[in-house]
């Protein structure tokens, strides 16, 4: 086995675990061996000596190693985080597409269909997770099986068999014997130790009316600081009635259909303990096998994985931008690339207000109209409808009407393309595929040099000091996104926020 050094250095580490520094948490992993157990950084247990300890960049590092998960701390409910993110990209979105269940369930993909799908041969997609992590491909994911499976357990009350199918294990005989022999105790002794009085620090699962036919809450972690205020507004001003919802600054809500299966989620943000309590309602018990994907999408569209420390201080190393960033700023998504898409096209040539209002009408005339439980929802149009629809509620040019008509049928007909494929789209252009890539897939390093609001705040700033012509721009923004990299979508939002 491949032994790995966490990317943290042993004093960075020893101070954060002393402090309960939770703008660490999920960046590395404390291995106890004098209890044979694994921690995060702000696991509320007495601090153990630092002679017994050694640090891990991961969970899975940390098991291979021969230790289990803290039942206090839950290190299946840290965030995520990638010390190689924006160099080692196939491997992040590996990871991401097994995290969401890719390779697990009677509809998962085999290991050589997951590396066609990366672009890459098997042999070197082995070789990058034997590298960079230390284990197989299979033993990754089905690790993150367990890790999902114990979430599960500790924070709802779905039964075991629930658990065991939503984790995407075929058969619960199979899921007792690899959840006993990789963890050392079995669902059922799991669930019971939930109740047990030490962990009475930690938020319990909370019951829900039964007002549809899976309903659950999950605690989704992040790392402090979190401009919530400002992403709570962005999402406001574009907010779609019946499909998004919003209440008290405090929480966002909306419809989602994904591989077939429809439902809705609202997620209210904890401060205090820097955790989203979100509530999930699926129409039926079926629906179950997608929700380690679904839980995933509401991490992106939240963006609750970002390392916002790092980002920051790359950020405000832009002198210009330094003294108005704001701190722990997100990229605030949406459900689909498709969507996206369609978001980006309605607002080409328009004002946000001008925009929302469009989208609404589309939504409204072409989205399905949906009874979840008693709430009743409306779920974005799907690309075959927009590929069919007149759009003659829609007061904009006919050739942006054509366009959406053009992206609904490429996409119906594509829908595994790359969004570079929609550049062959008359109508869609290179502003219109970063927006989709940084709102629908949520990529990081996405710097809309030719947005008009970016070009003119980013001007403002360098010219008020004369660093910069405005025929200088392009010089400019060049040795911004170089500067910026692999950030350059957070810097975005930061110039979108500016006054």
Not at 110 to 122: H, K, M, Q, V
Not at 389 to 394: C, D, I, K, P, Q
Not at 409 to 428: C, M, T
Request: a positive charge.
């Amino acid at each position: 086995m491949v032994e790995h050094e966490c990317h943290i250095s042993k004093e960075a580490c020893r101070k954060a675990r002393l402090a309960r520094d939770s703008r660490f948490d999920g960046q590395f992993f404390i291995g106890v061996y004098t209890t044979k157990i694994f921690c995060r950084p702000i696991c509320p247990a007495v601090s153990p000596k630092e002679a017994n300890v050694r640090y891990f960049d991961t969970a899975i590092q940390a098991a291979n190693a021969g230790l289990r998960p803290c039942l206090r701390c839950r290190p299946d409910c840290a965030p995520l985080s990638y010390a190689w993110k924006g160099t080692q990209t196939t491997l992040e979105r590996a990871k991401a597409l097994i995290d969401a269940g890719a390779l697990s369930g009677q509809e998962g993909q085999n290991i050589e269909a997951l590396s066609t799908r990366l672009g890459i041969s098997s042999r070197y997609l082995r070789k990058l997770f034997s590298q960079k992590l230390g284990t197989s491909v299979k033993h990754y994911a089905q690790y993150r099986q367990l890790m999902f499976a114990k979430q599960l357990l500790h924070q709802t009350n779905l039964s075991i068999t629930q658990v065991a199918f939503a984790s995407g294990f075929n058969s619960i005989r199979r899921f007792n014997e690899v959840f006993k022999a990789q963890l050392q105790l079995t669902p059922t002794a799991l669930r019971k130790n939930r109740h047990q009085p030490r962990d009475s620090e930690l938020s319990r699962p909370q019951p829900l009316s039964q007002y549809g036919q899976v309903t659950l809450r999950v605690q989704l972690s992040f790392r402090p600081p979190f401009a919530w205020t400002q992403q709570f507004d962005f999402y406001q001003v574009r907010a779609v009635n019946a499909m998004e919802w919003l209440d008290n600054k405090l929480s966002y809500g909306r419809s989602f259909s994904l591989n077939g299966v429809s439902g809705y989620f609202d997620a209210k943000l904890n401060g205090a303990r820097n955790v989203f309590d979100v509530d999930i309602v699926l129409e039926k018990d079926t629906d179950l096998s997608q929700l380690n994907a679904i839980i995933s999408n509401i991490r992106r569209v939240l963006d609750l994985d970002a390392n916002i420390c790092q980002i920051d201080n790359v950020l405000s190393l832009i002198e210009p931008l330094a003294p108005s960033m704001l701190p722990g700023l997100r990229l605030p998504g949406v459900w689909s690339t498709f969507e996206a898409g369609c978001r980006a096209v309605l607002g080409q040539q328009v004002s946000i207000i001008q925009a929302s209002k469009l989208l609404n009408q589309l939504v409204l005339t072409y989205g399905e109209k949906r009874l979840i439980g008693t709430k009743q929802v409306t779920l974005f149009p799907t690309p075959e409808v927009i590929a069919k629809a007149e759009f003659t509620e829609l007061k904009m040019p006919g050739v942006r009407k054509r366009a959406l008509n053009a992206l609904g049928q490429f996409v119906r007909d594509n829908p595994d393309a790359e969004l570079e494929q929609w550049l062959s789209i008359k109508g869609i252009g290179p502003w219109t595929v970063a927006y989709a890539k940084m709102r629908g897939l949520s990529q990081p390093d996405i710097l809309l040099c030719s947005d008009f609001v970016v070009k003119k705040r980013m001007l403002g700033l360098y010219q008020a000091n004369g660093a910069v012509k405005s025929d200088d721009y392009e010089c400019l923004t060049q040795s911004l996104a170089e500067q910026v990299a692999p950030w350059g979508s957070y810097l975005t939002f930061q110039l979108w926020n500016l006054s």
